[in-house]
């Protein structure tokens, strides 16, 4: 049984493949020592690869072949020594050869004759039985949103794509059947994983913006966002966003517990997100995200937070001081460049002077950086 990952409400795509699918395996032997360039021909497409063992330069080869060749899909395998095992689907009919060749004289290579070939199918040729946890779809491809998509326009030999849209969390079971075709799918359906991000937009009391988004950083319409008081106990005020993802509320000085909800999103990560509401110009910077969390000197960085100072942010790298290469026009993202530092992990902190101290400076909590 094969096992998938998808997200409640968004397509997902299962690659099957029919009883008349054309299909060959050929192997070579490399002889050489790890880390040599090995060039091999696979149905006349020339493929050129090292790596540092003989399963790493099996998947090179094979995602070379893939890449070049009017192969529809290419696996490899390896003896973990020396002998690399191609195993190629094609459209093709009976009889159909594929090559594997090599003018280099550490590479011993074979080949094998295609066999199969045949026609197409649709949604319609399929049995479908799908179980949602413990209920039987009565119509799965109603349910599950389904339809089936040859992989490529000339694959009527039977290599396919089956679109499923899962409607709720949970455990999906799926049998498709075509003659003597026959496979099981197990699909374990999230709810999208979304974030909270509030900015100040005025003084003691004015403006504050709550903008929800996606996994992906989309908005997201028509969450519940509640602002309760420090105890989480007495609801202050409520509304929806807005399709920029966005509400507004007027908010006091002072501390706040905030909860969001969405059917199909999960928000457990960020329930309750405590706020405090300060004089704009004294608010203290806060980051809640680095992206990428990984990165090497020289990359640029986004941070993600609250109160970032347009002109004089600074960013600490495990107590080095960098500037800030470009911070937004609301402080909520700036952008920097990691500098040397000698850990593989790094403490990140944002700073800017301080409005009533101008020999200070807030600074924020921080978060670690892992440098490659």
């Known amino acids: ?27 070579f032997t490399v002889n050489a020592d790890p880390g040599t360039t090995v060039t091999v021909s696979v149905d006349g497409v020339d493929v050129s690869a090292s790596a540092g063992s003989i399963a790493a330069l099996a998947d090179a080869i094979a995602d070379g072949i893939t890449a070049e060749s009017s192969i529809t899909t290419v696996s490899a ?31 011993a290579a074979s080949g ?13 040729d399929l049995t479908l039985t799908a179980f949602s946890g413990s209920s039987l779809l009565s119509d799965p491809a109603t349910t599950l949103q389904m339809s089936l998509t040859e992989i ?24 498709a059947e075509v003659e003597d075709f026959s496979d099981e799918y197990a699909i374990q359906v999230e709810l999208e994983g979304a ?47 807005n399709s920029d993802g966005q509400i507004t509320f007027a908010l006091p000085t002072g501390d706040y517990q ?50 970032f100072d347009d002109d004089e942010t600074e960013v600490t790298f495990a107590g080095s001081a960098v500037s800030a290469d470009a911070v937004s026009t609301d402080g909520d993202t700036l952008t920097v460049t990691v500098p040397s530092v000698s850990d593989t992990a790094v403490t990140i902190k944002v700073r800017k002077p301080d409005p009533d101290d101008s020999t200070s400076y807030l600074t924020s909590n921080y978060l670690t950086l892992v440098v490659s």
């Open 152 to 175: 490529d326009s000339s694959s009527a030999a039977g290599v396919y794509e089956l679109k499923v849209i899962p409607d709720q969390a949970g455990l999906i079971y799926l049998k």
């Open 1 to 27: 049984m094969k096992v998938f990952q998808g997200v409640a409400g968004r397509q997902m795509f299962i690659p099957i493949a029919d009883t008349t699918v054309s299909a060959s395996t050929g192997t």
């Open 77 to 107: 395998s390896s003896d973990g020594v020396s002998v690399v095992t191609l195993t190629a689907v094609t459209p093709g009919s009976d009889g159909d050869d594929i090559e594997i060749e090599s003018d280099n004289s550490d590479v």
């Open 258 to 307: 905030v909860r969001t909800n969405l059917r199909g999103y999960d928000f457990s990560d960020i329930n309750p997100t405590e706020i405090t509401v300060t004089a704009n110009s004294e608010n203290t910077p806060i980051i809640y995200e680095l992206v990428p969390s990984e990165a090497s000197e020289g990359d640029v960085i986004a941070i993600k937070g609250l109160y």
């Open 195 to 241: 974030d909270l991000i509030g900015s100040k937009r005025a003084g003691a009391e004015g403006d504050y913006v709550f903008t929800v988004e996606d996994s992906s950083d989309a908005a997201v319409e028509g969450a519940t966002v509640r602002v309760y008081d420090s105890e989480g106990t007495t609801l202050v005020i409520r509304g929806t966003t």
């Open 112 to 124: 094998s004759t295609l066999e199969g070939g045949g026609t197409g199918v649709s949604l319609t």
